[in-house]
């Protein structure tokens, strides 16, 4: 069966300090894999997609960045964190197929980052 | 652009009642459309919807979509209070993404 998994859990950083969020899947090949944020009382903000290792889509221009250096291996980063980036970072994982993503999205268990 | 919307935004009601949540979207090229239950962590998948008035159910939960009307409901029968929890309607369009709305917060009583 697949899992996802991400760390840490929880993080408090200082503003203008680096970030670095992992996000990990097991048990599928050349997943599609997702960032999102989501602030409180908020829905879900898609920050970045990738159908492949390199191949990534930024949905939302900001202060972050994506890398997907291994097929099952997702990161988030930032090189100066603002307040605003500030959330719950959830990421997600899709089966693919033929290059075509299937539309269920399993989570992971998400980072809850507090920028002070 | 893609466009989902829930309602209503929150509602409370008691052990035992029946509810009906909504979700009415705009996308280009529709796929699919997804429910997702939130407590304090991560979305958990409930359903995945691709054609019109065929109704998916779990247990007390089922859901149905109506693709000429662009949306669906997701009704919970004998609602208990582990039911209380954010949930969320998606909808998967073009380029392997889905869109969210932004949710209705059900609270069940006692």
């Known amino acids: 069966s697949q899992t996802i998994h991400q760390w840490p859990a929880t993080l408090v950083q200082p503003v203008g300090s680096p970030l670095s969020l992992e996000c990990t899947v097991e048990?599928?090949?050349?997943?599609?894999l997702y960032w999102y944020r989501q602030a409180a009382g908020r829905g879900l903000q898609l920050l970045f997609y990738s159908v492949g290792i390199g191949q990534i889509s930024s949905e939302v221009p900001q202060n972050l960045s994506a890398s997907r250096p291994q097929d099952r291996q997702f990161i988030l980063s930032s090189k100066k964190l603002l307040l605003s980036d500030s959330g719950f970072y959830l990421c997600?994982?899709?089966?693919?197929?033929?290059?075509?993503?299937?539309?269920?999205?399993?989570f992971g268990p998400g980072t809850r980052l507090t920028v002070l | 652009e893609d466009k989902v919307v829930q309602s209503p935004l929150s509602l409370v009601v008691h052990e035992g009642d029946t509810v009906t949540l909504n979700c009415s979207y705009e996308?280009?090229?529709?796929?699919?459309l997804l429910w997702y239950k939130q407590e304090k962590k991560a979305p958990t998948f409930l359903f995945m919807l691709t054609s019109s008035g065929i109704e998916k159910k779990s247990g007390r939960l089922s859901s149905i979509l109506d693709k000429k009307e662009l949306f669906s409901i997701l009704n919970i029968t004998a609602t208990q209070t582990g039911d209380s929890a954010v949930y969320l309607c998606?909808?998967?369009?073009?380029?392997?993404?889905?869109?969210f709305g932004t949710g209705t917060r059900l609270q069940v009583t006692l």
């Open positions: 996308v280009t090229n529709f796929r699919s």
């Open positions: 998606a909808v998967g369009g073009t380029a392997s993404k889905l869109t």
């Open positions: 048990g599928t090949s050349n997943p599609n």
């Open positions: 997600a994982w899709a089966g693919a197929s033929g290059g075509a993503a299937y539309n269920e999205q399993f």
